[in-house]
């Protein structure tokens, strides 16, 4: 059997496999983040470490496994963050999460020193405060003291595997999210290090997500409760690994959509996708050799769950229920109320952390339907706007399967479905994605099964939304509204800011 951890921004969830990749159990362990103002958002990376320990624990108690069942152990994570080290591989400060928007001056002189269209060649990605390379430029520059006992950086999911097997290392999906890698040559980019003024030696080698790390460190396997035998597989970033888990492995198996705390549309391509605008972004896949192009918003699930916390200050699955059975039938960009869903700055499409949640067209008969309504289809035209930029690259985007919590929602799907044009398909994978898509990786890296296509047989489609007639219609007009707003607010957003 395997056991898999996914590192998301709420919580650890360890799961329990069969060795295809068939899910039995899982088991979730929740922890902290600090947001503050000034785009701060940091997490204790040790959080991480109790939370694998808990959740591997409690998994085993609680469905009766002997320990020595257990063969292999994988770990998936939150992707673009900095976790900065010392020589004994602990953090020398909280992680900065992939939320965190504070390096703008570092941004800029690296977009400067650089140039964003050379960057985003090298990259797959733009320049941006979102990403890792960005982040330890701040630290260095306003942490100096801090920055000095710096002797390694990883992410998330690396940080857990070193405390596993001792062994400090990554795989090219997490890489590829740094913005100092190499996209094309497959190595750290001396090119963007050098303009960043980052020393390379910081880095860790760079795996296959299926490759084999060590076994566990005897510590670590008295922690977790689990033979000191069990094999590590390296594991990768909870985007590309999603995708697998959705059983999108090849470019045949179409597009999907993942509605969690951040959302994106994502689908795997035998070349990277570049866009003329630079709003969307390619990752490495954790399939060797293939690659994810991505569209991913900072606040897509979490704009909904912001609205429910608001709206009930002690929100429950009833009262969330409740708010959207509201909004089925309540009027948004339909009776002119829309909603900015930038609640964190924003990644795709507009690539700008000034940019700030907003309400558009607020009248005092609007009521808790309207404004739930607005905020999921605020959500929808963010997302559209990126499609539309995957089908200008040339990519056909002719049908989504949905996954995430917010792919468990009727309405919600419903109104991507009219909004986005296209079928709108549910996947049993609804919250599993990232459990069944480590599975996978992990049983391809221990050769229990052959190859990635073994994902596709882990769930299937329960529900297919199809646009009702006339509503994509009208919504493209409502879309070009949506999008005169952002570029209306774009100037005070800037204003507001200081800038």
């Known amino acids: 059997m395997i056991v898999a951890h996914d590192l998301g921004t709420t919580g650890n969830k360890a799961s329990l496999h069969e060795d295809d990749g068939r899910m039995l159990a899982s088991a979730t362990v929740h922890y902290g983040a600090r947001f503050a103002g000034g785009g701060i958002a940091e997490q204790d990376p040790e959080d991480w470490w109790n939370a694998v320990v808990e959740a591997t624990r409690s998994l085993l108690a609680g469905t009766g496994t002997d320990p020595g069942a257990v063969t292999g152990l994988v770990v998936s994570g939150q992707m673009m963050g900095a ?85 400090l290392a990554t795989d090219r999906s997490d890489a590829s999210a740094t913005n100092a890698y190499d996209q094309r040559g497959g190595a750290w980019s001396t090119e963007m290090l050098d303009a960043a003024g980052i020393d390379p030696g910081l880095f860790p080698e760079v795996l296959e997500s299926t490759a084999v790390v060590g076994t566990l460190l005897p510590a670590a396997a008295e922690l977790l409760g689990l033979p000191a035998a069990t094999r590590v597989v390296m594991g990768g970033g909870d985007g590309p690994i999603a995708a697998v888990g959705a059983g999108i492995v090849a470019p045949e198996d179409g597009a999907y959509v993942s509605l969690g705390t951040s959302s994106w549309v994502s689908f795997a391509s035998d070349q990277p996708v570049y866009d003329a605008g630079r709003r969307t972004m390619t990752f490495d896949n954790v399939v060797p050799g293939s690659f994810v192009p991505t569209a991913t918003m900072q606040a897509g699930g979490a704009a909904v769950s912001w609205i429910a916390e608001l709206l009930a200050p002690q929100p429950t699955a009833a009262s969330l229920a409740a708010l959207v059975a509201d909004a089925s039938t309540a009027e948004g960009a339909t009776g002119g109320l829309y909603f900015l869903p930038y609640l964190l ?55 989504v399967d949905a996954i995430g919590g917010g792919a468990a929602s009727d309405v919600w799907l419903q109104i991507l479905a009219d909004v986005w044009g296209v079928p709108v398909r549910r996947r049993t994978v609804v919250d599993e994605a990232n459990s069944l898509g480590a599975a996978v990786t992990a049983a391809v890296g221990l050769g229990l ?39 209306a607010l774009e100037p005070w957003f800037a204003r507001r800011a200081g800038r």
């Open 345 to 399: 700055g924003e990644r795709s499409p507009h690539w700008n952390p000034d940019a700030a949640g907003a309400f558009l067209g607020l009248g005092r008969h609007h009521g808790r339907g309207h404004v739930t309504r607005a905020v999921l289809e605020g959500v929808a035209f963010n997302l559209f706007t990126c499609i539309r930029a995957f089908r200008e690259s040339g990519a056909v985007v002719d049908r």
């Open 83 to 167: 976790v900065l080290l010392d020589a004994d591989h602990r953090p020398v400060r909280p992680a900065i999460i992939w939320a965190d928007t504070r390096s703008v001056p570092q941004t800029e002189r690296l977009e400067a020193a650089i140039g964003q269209d050379r960057a985003y060649a090298l990259l797959g990605h733009r320049i941006n405060p979102t990403y890792s390379l960005e982040k330890i430029m701040w630290v260095r520059d306003n942490e100096p003291d801090v920055f000095a006992r710096v002797r390694h950086v990883c992410v998330a999911k690396d940080f857990v595997v070193q405390r596993l097997t001792g062994r």
């Open 449 to 487: 099964v052959s190859d990635f296509g073994a994902a596709r047989r882990l769930s299937e489609v329960t529900a297919e939304f199809t646009p009702e007639a006339g509503r994509h219609e009208d919504y493209l007009g409502r879309h070009e509204l949506f999008t005169a707003g952002y570029d």
